[in-house]
């Protein structure tokens, strides 16, 4: 069966510092991947989505970026983060392209405090 | 991207069914009605979908409208554990999904 891995769960970090998130998916190959970020109170907003390997689209402009060094393997990254930049950040995937038929699947998610 | 509108919050008793509404009045042919919950501290988890015709599965059921501007997510039997965040989603495009802000559900014991 298929499964999706994020990590850290937990992170607390100062301004100004870098990040790393990773998600990686079991048990399917070439999976499109989703990386979304919540802030406190808010609804789920897509930051990046890839098809494939080193193809990232991104959401919405910011200081974050994606990239997909292997099939399964989908990173989020920030050089410096900002006070905005908490918030509860969750892994996605799908097997199809067309996500009108299908399902998209959430990791538990890594929440993130910005100090 | 296509937006709908959901009430911000309902309430409900438990083992009573629960309808729970949805305005998409932008929807075209081809758009799908999803639905997804997401429970406190965790991810979204994908709860039924359509396109024209009513659905059934193991967790509710999705009432489209003739006119497909609306929908009502259906939950047979409130559980306690049917607390959660619900999000009615219409699909445009092929490959993302945007969430709005979703219908927070409160089961009362």
């Known amino acids: 069966s298929q499964t999706i891995h994020q990590w850290p769960a937990t992170l607390v970090q100062p301004v100004g510092s870098p990040l790393s998130l990773e998600c990686t998916v079991e048990g399917t190959s070439n999976p499109n991947l989703y990386w979304y970020r919540q802030a406190a109170g808010r609804g789920l907003q897509l930051l990046f989505y890839?098809?494939?390997?080193?193809?990232i689209s991104s959401e919405v402009p910011q200081n974050l970026s994606a990239s997909r060094p292997q099939d399964r393997q989908f990173i989020l990254s920030s050089k410096k983060l900002l006070l905005s930049d908490s918030g509860f950040y969750l892994c996605?995937?799908?097997?199809?392209?067309?996500?009108?038929?299908?399902?998209?699947?959430f990791g538990e998610g890594s929440r993130l405090t910005v100090l | 991207d296509a937006k709908t509108t959901q009430p911000n919050s309902m309430e409900s008793n438990e083992e009573e069914p629960v309808h729970l509404p949805c305005n998409h009045s932008t929807i075209s042919g081809t758009d799908y009605i999803h639905w997804y919950r997401q429970l406190p501290s965790q991810g979204p988890e994908y709860v039924i979908h359509?396109?024209?015709s009513n659905v059934n599965n193991r967790m509710a059921s999705l009432a489209i409208a003739e006119d497909r501007k609306s929908s009502t997510l259906i939950l047979h039997r409130a559980t306690l554990r049917d607390a959660a965040v619900y999000y009615c989603?219409?699909?445009?495009?092929?490959?993302?999904?945007?969430f709005g802000q979703g219908t927070r559900l409160t089961i009362n014991p």
């Open positions: 359509g396109l024209t």
């Open positions: 996605a995937w799908s097997t199809r392209e067309y996500l009108g038929t299908g399902e998209l699947f």
């Open positions: 890839s098809v494939g390997i080193g193809q």
């Open positions: 989603i219409q699909i445009q495009g092929a490959q993302k999904l945007v």
